[in-house]
Structures are given as C-alpha cells and as structure tokens.
C-alpha cells in the first residue's frame, strides 16, 4: 500500500514535535532567562509557552546560573505552574536578580589587585564622634578595639587631615560635617545596608576613660549573655553618672536592672531595668537595624532613643544590660555648644535647651504612634470575620 505523503510528513512533524519540546525548552530557558522577557519586575506565568512546556522536564540544577546562584523560583498552583522572580529592592527592578547587591560595608578596599586578595570585612564597627581638641582621648579609645574592627570617625569640627599624625587614622573612615551630633551622622552614615556585615557596632561619645576596657573581652561577655544592647559600667570615681543603673558593680559580670535611688524593689519599669545610655551603646546588627529606623531625622540630639531602646529586642530585662568587668569612665556630662554668652545662638545653654526639647517632641511622636497602631490593631480586629 502505498503511503499518503501527507501523513508521512504530519506524523514525522508530530514525532519531532514531542522529542524536541523537551530539549529545546531546557536549552532556551538556560540560555534565556525568563527574567529577560519584558520587564523586570514582571512575573512569568503559565501563558508563556517555554514556561508551560519546559515545567515537566526540568531538572533541579536548571534553576541555577552556572555559578550556583539562584535565577528563577517555581511556585505551584493548582491552576497552572508560576515562575516568580526572586523578590528585589525598590529601585532595583530593571536590574536582573543575580546582580543585585543589597548591602555594603565600611571597610577599605585596595585600588589594585584582585577583589579577592583584598583583606576580608571586619567583624566590628567601632564609631566615635569627635573634635581634634579630644584627639588623645579618642586615640586611647581607638587603641583598646582590635584589628578585627573597622573605626569611623565623625568630625564635628572639620578637621581630619590632622588625623594621620595617628598610624590607624589613615584606615579609619572620615566623615566630616560641622558641629553636627553623633545621633545626626548614625542616621546618615549607619544605614542598616551599610552596617549589615558588622556583628556589633559601637556607636561612642569621644570624652570616655577606656583604661580598664578591652573591646573583644566585651564581646565575649555580650555573646555569653545574649545581651543586643549594651554599654560597659560606668566607674563614678572617676566620671559623672546620670542613671544608677549605668553604675558599675563589684560583684558581677553584668546586671540588667537596679533598686539603687527611687527603684526600689520595683524594678521592673525604665530606667531601672532594660536600659543603657545613648552615651556609649552596643548593638547587635539586628537591633541596630531596628534603633536606625527609630531615630527621627530631625531629632538630632537622641534624646529619648536610651528610653524606647526596650522596642527593638524580645525581652528588655534579659537582652539588655550593663557589663560590669569591662567598664569605663564619662569624663564629662554635657559638652555640646560655646561656653561663655548664654543668651547667643551656639551657646551651650541653648544646645540643651533643644536637647530637652526634643525629647520630649519624641515621647509625643511614640505615644502618638502607640495609640495609632493600637486604634489600628482594633479596627482590624474588629474587621476580621468570626472564626
């Protein structure tokens, strides 16, 4: 019987059509990544015919570039097969996933050779704000973190070059903007994506006595204790004090609350337990994150973060704490401003009168944000079906 070309050709088409789908898709969504089509932001669903076609003969190694990242993310439905792109920051949608970098650091990069051979990230970041008039105090400070941490200086008073005459000065990080505060540079200069690499930062005024202080024994205290924000004791017979529970003890390695002054033996309320100072605080990476997005862009003093520290950690009185066998002394109480005529602008006096006026502009903006979220948690509440 003599066959119909027709169906000779038809039926080899067909053949040919259920062999190559499988190869041809595997090879195409490889060599074109789906992210590649339109725009980037885009979701690929089961209208595409590579993705509809391509799903049942894919291995587990096809989601991967060639150098093992991620490229797509297959999420099942029962309607159709999903492939969703892995989720981008704001502002980086054009850009294909793999080479997106999220987060930065403040370490020091050679000019030459290979990225590679370049030194790693630090593990720490110490930062200090300064004025050069304070330069001994701060270079005995400096000496008391070791090379496992990057040091950023703030200069409030524009002077920086004068710095070098100091050898760790020249791979420390300048930043100088004049008579601005510490809490006005961690804002600007400390975003979360910037201090992501450092597992602690110190964030230090510049009038500390640091004698009996050794940075990386802190941090094995810290870590033995669990604590994510901390400030080492504060010796009195040799600085001021502001807070009793900031005062260094004899008899332990740390304490999380005091009943020293109007505490009593009800400690369980700020400043009595679950409190440091904004004068030399410790933050683990994930509560500074949370600390950063607190401090309000226009409050520049900070005062009233040290009160409200308790809303970035689970448990106040066991996550935060003063070390007691690692302490240090604060030469000087308020410092900010030109000493002499009160009534001028500059003058000390009318630092602190803002000082004191901000914070209380920032226990009205929490109060004022508690009750919101309250009144929201109560609408949605009240929204939501009966189970």
Known sequence: MKSNPILTVLSAAAIGFLIGVPFAVQITSKLFPLNLVGDGNCN????????RFSTPFRNSTSNYTAEGTPLLQSNATSDSENIALPAKPKGAERLP???????SDLHLRRLWGHPRQDTPT???????????????KVNATVHKFSDNFDVMLFHYDGRTTEWDEFEWSKQAIHVSARKQTKWWYAKRFMHPSIVAPYDYIFLWDQDLGVETFDAEEYIKIVKKHGLEISQPGLDITRGVKYYNITVRRN?????TSTSAGKCG?????RPCSGFV????????????TCVWHMIQNDLVHGWGLDWNFWRCVDEPEQQIGVVDVQYVAHHKGFT????GNDTVDGSRRKVRLRATAEWGMMKTRLFNADRAQAAALVAQSNAAPPS
């Open 44 to 51: 690929t669903s089961g209208s595409n015919i590579f993705a």
């Open 97 to 103: 996933p793999n080479i997106v970098v999220r987060e």
């Open 122 to 136: 630090r593990k720490y970041l110490v930062a200090l704000t300064v004025g050069y008039s304070e330069r001994v």
């Open 251 to 255: 008899d332990t390695e740390i304490h």
């Open 265 to 269: 033996t009800d400690v369980h309320h």
């Open 277 to 288: 100072e904004v004068m030399a605080p410790v933050f683990t990476r994930e509560a500074w």
């Open 336 to 339: 900010l401003g030109n000493k």
